[in-house]
């Protein structure tokens, strides 16, 4: 059974860090590429990040770019998203996705839970 489990989220002030972690199990993750997405209350999702399965190759929203790094540690099975510089408009749930790869396109199969990231003074 594929699962996904992030942790990290919280509260944090403008300005702040958080790392947000993703543990997968369930299939091969070395074999995979993933992608982190959010959710701002009340909006759709929003693309945050992409990491290929050997994580030489990365890619970010703009939105993110410079602030936040996306990382991947395939002995442990685990994505990681550093975010840095947080913004309010970074509030949001955060999920991890799985990213199988078949005739020229990524696509979505499997999501975890989400963890929920609050910037706030």
């Known amino acids: 059974e594929v699962q996904l489990v992030e942790s990290g989220g919280g509260l944090v002030q403008p300005g702040g860090s958080l790392r947000l972690s993703c543990a997968a199990s369930g299939f091969t993750f070395s074999g995979y590429a993933m992608t982190w997405v959010r959710q701002a209350p009340g909006k759709g999702l929003e693309w945050v990040s992409f990491i290929n399965s050997g994580g030489g190759s990365t890619n970010y929203a703009d939105s993110v770019k410079g602030r936040f790094t996306i990382s991947r540690d395939n002995a442990k099975n685990t994505l990681y998203l550093h975010m840095n510089s947080l913004k309010p408009e970074d509030t949001a749930v955060y999920y991890c996705?799985?990213?199988?790869?078949?005739?020229?396109?990524?696509?979505?199969?499997?999501w975890g839970q989400g963890t929920q990231v609050t910037v706030s003074s």
């Open positions: 996705a799985k990213l199988p790869y078949s005739e020229g396109y990524y696509y979505f199969d499997y």
